[in-house]
């Protein structure tokens, strides 16, 4: 009986520190901001941030934690690198 409880305690330890690993790795500090024909890219654990057409051509790549693109009127993709995960929005500018 005692074994079963010192596993079960374990698993469930086990469990809370994935969720809470998961929940260390989440983008929700990521921003997207327009200011006046500038796309703002922001976030505390972004490393760096690449906008490209919709061609596939790489437009800016820029490193930091606060990123700023000019932009024309277009569509593009920005990709940014946030707590190791890539980050994609598609950015359309009328």
Do not use: C, H
């Not at 520190?17 to 500038?38: I, P, S, Y």
């Not at 654990?45 to 693109?69: N, P, T």
């Amino acid at each position: 009986m005692k074994k079963v409880l010192v596993s079960l305690v374990t698993i469930v330890t086990l469990l809370t520190g994935v969720t809470l690993a998961e929940a260390a790795k989440n983008n929700d500090n990521f921003t997207v901001r327009f200011r006046e024909n500038t796309l703002v890219v922001a976030s505390t654990q972004m490393e760096e941030a690449r906008i490209y057409s919709l061609q596939g051509k790489l437009l800016q790549k820029e490193k930091g934690k606060f990123i700023e693109f000019p932009l024309e009127r277009g569509t593009y993709r920005l990709y940014a690198k946030v707590n190791g995960e890539t980050v994609s929005r598609r950015i359309e500018l009328r």
